[in-house]
C-alpha cells in the first residue's frame, strides 16, 4: 500500500473544505445576491477578515495538535458557544471587549499551539469558549438589518465548523507525516500576527 495515500486522502478533505469556503462568495458576485440573501451571508462574514480565519483554523489546529477527546469537543465547544456571543451582539447588549478578546485569541492559540503546552481538557475547553464569545460577538453586532436571524447564524456557523475541519485536517496530516515542527510554526505564524494587530 502507498504510504503516502492517507495523507493525500486528508489533503484532498481539506482542498474541498476550502473551496467550499468559497463558493458563496462566487454566487454573490455572480447573481446580484444582497446582504439579505440569510445564510450565505452568515456563510461569508468569518471568512471576510484574517483574523477571524487564523483563529477558526487555529482552533483546529490545537484540536487536532491536542488529539484525544479535544479533536471533536474542542470545535464543538467553539461553534456553540459562539453562537451564543452572536445572539449577545444581535441583541446588542454592550461588550466592549469584543475586539480585544479576538486579538487574545490569536495570541492564546498561536502560543499554545507553538509551545504545543498540554493543558487539561476542561481549561482547554473553557478557554475556547472565551475565545468564541468575542468572535460570536462580533457575528452578530454586525448582522444587517432586514435578514433572518436563524439562517444568518446558520451560515456563521457551518462556515466557522468547515475552517475547524480544515486545521484538524491540517495538523493531523503534519503529526502523520512527523514534520510536528511545521505545527508548531504555524501556531508562531498565528501569534505573530495576533502581537501585530495588537500593535495596531
Not at 493525500?8 to 445576491?33: D, E, N, R, Y
Not at 467553539?78 to 478578546?101: I, K, N, R, S
Amino acid at each position: 500500500m502507498n504510504p503516502l495515500l492517507p495523507y493525500s486522502k486528508w489533503l484532498s478533505f481539506i482542498i474541498l473544505a476550502l473551496v467550499l469556503l468559497t463558493l458563496p462568495s462566487w454566487v454573490q458576485a455572480h447573481t446580484g445576491i444582497s446582504p439579505q440573501s440569510g445564510w450565505i451571508y452568515g456563510f461569508t462574514h468569518p471568512i471576510n477578515g484574517l483574523d477571524h480565519v487564523l483563529t477558526m483554523v487555529a482552533v483546529g489546529l490545537w484540536a487536532g495538535q491536542t488529539g484525544g477527546r479535544a479533536i471533536w469537543l474542542m470545535p464543538l465547544t467553539f461553534v456553540f458557544t459562539m453562537a451564543l456571543g452572536g445572539l449577545l451582539g444581535m441583541v446588542t447588549l454592550p461588550f466592549a471587549y469584543a475586539e480585544h478578546g479576538i486579538i487574545f485569541s490569536l495570541l492564546m492559540a498561536g502560543v499554545l499551539i507553538a509551545s504545543a503546552i498540554r493543558l487539561p481538557l476542561f481549561a482547554s475547553t473553557l478557554l475556547i469558549a472565551v475565545f468564541a464569545i468575542g468572535h460570536g460577538y462580533a457575528h452578530g453586532s454586525e448582522m444587517p438589518a432586514g435578514i433572518s436571524v436563524p439562517a444568518y447564524a446558520a451560515g456563521f456557523m457551518l462556515a466557522t465548523a468547515l475552517l475547524h475541519t480544515a486545521g484538524i485536517g491540517i495538523a493531523l496530516v503534519i503529526k502523520s507525516s512527523g514534520h510536528s515542527p511545521w505545527l508548531r510554526l504555524s501556531g508562531v505564524v498565528v501569534a505573530l500576527y495576533g502581537g501585530f494587530l495588537f500593535a495596531n
